[in-house]
């Protein structure tokens, strides 16, 4: 008989999960991962911490190896390698070699698409000037640590406000370069209502980041094919830097030939076994869309987390299982400095547009008992349904021990949890970690007396 | 109309909660609360931070005082008054004024007993000698930092290795003080099993604390009316100092020659609202029984998460309302020195009097992404029920960041969560805050296929 054939497009979080679990389940399929970059299964999300320093080598951010992957899981990894075109009807895709620069279509009985995310960039003047840098890959953040070495920038310049955006305002504060954020929103994460992006800002502010919200990016000036200015609706600022956190998009134009349907962003549209509309094609990670819990409808959501578990999901199926994935709630979590930052299911703006009925509140509380010295300030924000007190999302701002409560929020919203159920919970407490009502349960006592 | 006439007996977490909550929903009753100490609303749980000196001053373990709930609130707190007999046919309670040694009865129409919880301790041979202490009122507290900075104690011995041991063992190390722990089990912290127990073990001796295990106290020696050594079935310890820390009783001995039906241990028989076997007395906090919704049967837990809240759903009732309480899930956490340790759920040990076909792992993982510099090893130990998968306990000991994952554990079996859905959860992940799979995930991971 012969062995089934498995192939894999991207060798990061999704698609080496994917590629692990059916290596797991069936010892004798074949299974090829064509991989762009020369890294296979590496943390993204570590980049900013190896360009701050904190991480000193950009092999600490690899969990497992191209060669470790081949050698003890016979996984046959091939990195340089990227796929340039699928042909569905005829179960192939053609591959470039960056090695030796050939082309050659390679069959499979399966695939998965795991190509992930790109960084979104609007086609602007001199984008691709030298000193503008998005940061998505290895290979990204490798650049962006010899461009500072190298240039010892004094000032740089963030597009964006959101998750990529603030982690890299830390690490450019850690190198001592001077930072500037350039932010479209009214106030900076608009992943969080406006009320509490404002904290954000505030917090911003006391780190010396000079924020400019409302404003947009309109193009590049460069100088010797170095950036030396960006140029947005209302000003211009000279930088030595520039860092694109614009958000992810999902990196899926080399299926637009295709038959695989797209939905409008360009995510890959899927079931919850991660199938695509044909039956041998999956698609798993920052490539593909998924579905939000809360309000129940498809989304794109681009987070590691997401990558890792929709790539076991798409393997434990590919490898004859029957699994399904039901979603998330949008949970997100961000450090910048001591402050500490998380939301999870939908903002006041969501609800609206759902015509949901809601009520919200936001508390002032302690991330310890009030006389246990090392207690800092935290603001919890809950929004619930006003018909049913049913919890419909919750964000956090704090310093040291205030972001992880997030997952409480996260759990109770897939447990379709009341506020009275919070209230109910029995979290943890002793002094050093906790009032004796959990800040997350002192928001839930607060907005149970508004419904 | 005759104003309702509410007497509450004990100023503490439960007595407070519900006479704030009466007053709150019920402008015009008259309360009345009987406080045996000089103090209301205090945190016991502070008292070991306080004898460390991380807590400058005994009053900042005060959250209202007397004075505060007599003005603003107009209860009227009587301090220094003991409650010593109950007439439930007659409504009416006999008070001890310490003040003027006068006794007195007092009336009520609906009577809250919140007496909490009192050291236990066998009646050996000088268990009343100088030096001996058991941490439960804020007096008690008051006594051992007189004490220690009065005598300047060298050596210490701790009676029980529970929370309250643990917790003053750190006290005292802070303090410089050498400690030895007595402790009646095979290992320390019998809230867990022991092989975690035995991590525990491992790190007290890391902290150079001497551990007896499976040894109890037989009587202490006394020289001059103060304690000289404590005496085990297997040995005498010279000793300086004696902290009591061998569990917490319901204090209600003044209650046997009433009719308040008592279980076993001395707590009181109470309903879902908080009610006792006669109609207008009610119970709460660390003086009750209350429900474990894992094994979903009664049983006695002595802490200040739920003082609070049986204390709230008491008042609620009394003022008129209709909550009723669900029960625990047996949260609790502990800190010493660098350590954590947290439990919830079930054990083994009591999945097997349960006759529960149970599976259970241990993991051991990274409290951050393996690469962040702050990343500390983290054991979660999960147990479910075999047939299901549905979770059962856990248990987390590790360093900073480990413990308030207990949280999302309690929320799961508050929610009757399967190992899947927990793999399922939309955790919170950053490089900063956890591995991309969250270690009560990574454990769930292991432990589904084991079932």
Request: aromatic residues 8%; contains cysteine; glycine residues 8%.
């Amino acid at each position: 008989m012969k062995k089934k054939k498995i192939v894999v497009i991207g060798g990061d979080a999704a698609g080496m999960s994917a590629a692990s679990k059916i290596r797991r389940e069936q010892p004798d399929f074949v299974i090829i991962v064509f991989e762009k970059s020369e890294f296979t299964s590496y943390s993204a999300c570590g980049i900013p911490y190896f360009i701050s320093g904190k991480v000193e080598n950009l092999e600490d951010l690899i969990v497992r190896s191209p060669s470790e992957f081949i050698k003890k899981y016979k996984i046959d990894v091939k990195i340089l390698h990227e796929v340039l075109e699928l042909d569905t009807d005829n179960n192939k895709v053609l591959v470039h070699n960056y090695s030796d620069k050939t082309q050659f279509w390679e069959t499979y009985d399966e695939l998965l698409i795991a190509t992930g995310g790109k960084p979104f960039c609007p086609d602007v003047a001199n984008r691709t000037a030298d000193g503008i840098f998005g940061i998505q890959t290895l290979n990204s953040g490798k650049k962006v640590a010899t461009y500072i070495s190298e240039y010892q920038p004094k000032i740089a310049v963030i597009i964006g406000g959101g998750y990529i955006g603030l982690e890299m305002a830390e690490a450019l504060i850690l190198k001592g370069i001077k930072v500037t954020i350039v932010n479209r929103s009214t106030e900076v994460m608009s992943t969080l209502d406006p009320d509490m992006g404002k904290k954000v800002n505030e917090v911003l502010q006391n780190l010396g980041v000079t924020i400019y919200n409302s404003e947009s990016l309109a193009y590049f000036d460069e100088q010797l094919g170095k950036v030396i200015s960006v140029v947005t609706d209302k000003r211009t600022l000279q930088t030595d830097l520039v860092i694109l956190g614009m958000g992810t998009a999902p990196n899926t134009s080399f299926l637009q030939k295709s038959k695989i349907k797209l939905v409008e962003n360009g995510a890959i549209k899927v079931n919850r076994m991660q199938r695509t509309n044909i039956k041998n094609v999956w698609a798993a990670g920052d490539c593909a869309e998924t579905k939000n819990l809360v309000s129940k409808k498809n989304f794109y959501i681009a987070l590691g987390t997401v990558a890792n578990k929709t790539g076991l999901v798409a393997g434990t199926n590919m490898a004859g299982g029957d699994l399904k994935f039901p979603g998330v709630v949008a949970t997100a979590v961000c450090k910048i400095c001591v402050y500490e930052i998380a939301r999870v299911g939908l903002l006041e703006s969501e609800c609206k547009a759902l015509k949901v009925d809601f009520v919200y509140t936001i508390i002032k509380s302690k991330t310890r008992a009030h006389y246990y010295p090392e207690a800092k300030d935290i603001w919890v924000k809950l929004i619930a349904e006003k018909r049913s007190g049913k919890l419909l999302g919750g964000q956090i701002i704090g310093e040291e021990g205030a972001a992880k409560r997030i997952d409480v929020l996260a759990t109770a919203l897939h447990s379709k949890l009341t506020l009275q159920n919070i209230i109910d919970l029995d979290l943890s407490y002793a002094p050093p970690f906790s009032p004796v009502w959990d800040p997350v349960q002192t928001a839930a006592r607060k907005l149970i007396g508004m419904i």
